[in-house]
């Protein structure tokens, strides 16, 4: 894939970009290009199957997944105008939940497992998983406008 691959120029693929950007503090990836800084997100079935389970999940994992759920909610502000606010609870096993709040409304609401395996096949299946979330959660808050906050 090539920086002027059309995917990178989604609104998601921005935010992801943003979010890793903002994790790396003291610049040290600075210069990478935009692959280069989404590639840890995209795992094939066998380097997922490579990854043990056993032991905590690394930082760099779990930056991954705060970074991931941290874009949809900027996302879910952005196009409801409302403060959407992501808490990711994990377990030192790699269990645990993700929540997206708007309001007093939960917009979403995730199990996950094994998160030391967290990474999608490719950029676009990692967009659409994402997409499908973002879907799932304006229209929960778009049903529910007094509870959200509208």
Do not use: W
């Amino acid at each position: 894939m090539s920086t002027t691959d059309p995917i990178f120029e989604t609104d998601f693929m921005r935010e992801m970009l943003r979010q890793v950007r903002a994790l790396d503090s003291y610049g040290v990836h600075d210069g990478k290009s935009v692959e280069q800084l989404l590639a840890p997100f995209v795992l094939s079935k066998e380097a997922r199957s490579a990854i043990p389970i056993l032991g905590d999940p690394d930082p760099v994992t779990l930056s991954r997944v705060r970074a991931f759920y941290n874009a949809i909610a900027v996302l879910i502000e952005k196009e409801c105008g409302q403060m959407a606010v992501p808490l990711v609870h994990l377990s030192h096993e790699g269990f645990g939940r993700v929540i997206i709040t708007v309001g007093k409304l939960l917009v979403l609401d995730r199990a996950l497992r094994d998160a030391h395996r967290f990474g999608f096949e490719s950029f676009s299946k990692m967009k659409t998983e994402a997409d499908k979330q973002l879907s799932v959660a304006l229209e929960l808050a778009g049903r529910f406008p007094e509870v959200a906050g509208f």
